[in-house]
């Protein structure tokens, strides 16, 4: 991190002095000695200008959020025999590169990740955390026929570890992670938004006792329908709007002598839909317009034989 920023600093620095040196190079030699003549009045505003300068390009390449975030969006999955929607599904990391999660492969009721970067590793007495996050939006099917929500979300991550070396709790691994939803949406009606009471599970293991590799799990589960009941809601009304927000974090710690590494693998998000009335039924506008079509067909097909 401190590397990183002191290149940057040296860079910006250096592309200021780059442009400032190729403006020297332009300025006609009539004009050099009257601007000799007024430079030491100027030196003193042109400091204080500089350092205004280096310090914007400074805060603005080299900030830290700058530096170290990013995030990718990857767009919306539909799942129609479901009448589930995850929109905006979007990862993204305070302390290193994305991917992490990578893309989701959507099933019939959620969303499968096979994360292929998302480790934490450490030796020698140093440490490491690796945060990631996912956002996403549930939209629930709604029609005049009814509407489908989600009473129940669930969240189920998996990996390997390592532990090594002469040591003992100092050297451990840790997985944690921390699911919150929030409805804005109830039987397809817009409402101010619900906070429902966050989930959250951890894993941890430490020296002394080798672990050459060994398998690691934890799992979460949103009970949204009950959550509601507790808010005043009847038993008729769903969520069919959530926006959620996953945290996972990876930490390694070790030792002199020690390594510690923790590697996520599997992560999946399960859903538990729940109908009320029945939404599939197309709209009436919907079963006129297939009706025409049935019946144009039947025509030029009628049509046709009667031709031949």
């Known amino acids: 991190m401190t590397l990183m920023r002191a290149l940057c600093f040296h860079l910006s620095a250096g592309a200021w002095f780059a442009a400032s040196l190729a403006k020297f190079r332009t300025i006609p030699s009539d004009m050099f000695s009257q601007a000799c003549l007024r430079g030491s009045k100027r030196q003193g505003a042109v400091a204080q200008v500089v350092s205004v300068m280096l310090a914007l390009i400074v805060t603005t390449i080299c900030a830290p959020g700058v530096v170290d975030a990013a995030s990718i969006n990857y767009g919306n999955f539909n799942i129609p025999p479901a009448g589930i929607m995850f929109q905006g599904v979007t990862e993204s990391s305070g302390t290193d590169p994305v991917p992490m999660y990578g893309p989701p492969a959507p099933f019939f009721v959620g969303l499968d990740f096979d994360p292929t970067n998302f480790v934490s590793t450490s030796a020698n007495g140093s440490a490491d955390i690796t945060d990631g996050q996912l956002n996403f939006t549930i939209m629930g099917l709604v029609s005049p026929s009814g509407y489908v929500g989600v009473n129940a979300i669930s969240l189920f991550e998996a990996g390997d570890y390592s532990l090594a070396?002469?040591?003992?709790?100092?050297?451990?691994?840790?997985?944690?992670?921390?699911?919150?939803?929030?409805?804005?949406?109830?039987?397809?009606?817009?409402?101010?938004?619900?906070?429902?009471?966050?989930?959250?599970?951890?894993?941890?293991d430490s020296l002394p006792g080798l672990v050459a590799v060994a398998p690691w799990s934890l799992g979460l589960f949103m009970d949204i329908g009950a959550q509601l009941a507790g808010l005043g809601f009847g038993p008729s009304d769903v969520a069919t709007k959530i926006d959620v927000s996953v945290n996972n974090a990876l930490i390694s710690t070790s030792e002199p002598g020690s390594v510690a590494f923790i590697a996520k693998k599997e992560f999946q998000i399960r859903l538990d839909p729940e109908r009320v009335g029945n939404p599939f039924i197309p709209e009436p506008n919907t079963l006129l317009l297939a009706s025409l079509a049935m019946c144009g067909w039947q025509f030029a097909t009628g049509r046709h034989r009667a031709v031949k």
């Open 165 to 204: 070396g002469a040591g003992g709790a100092g050297t451990s691994v840790v997985a944690g992670a921390i699911l919150r939803a929030t409805v804005t949406q109830i039987n397809g009606s817009p409402v101010a938004p619900l906070n429902l009471n966050p989930v959250n599970a951890s894993f941890s």
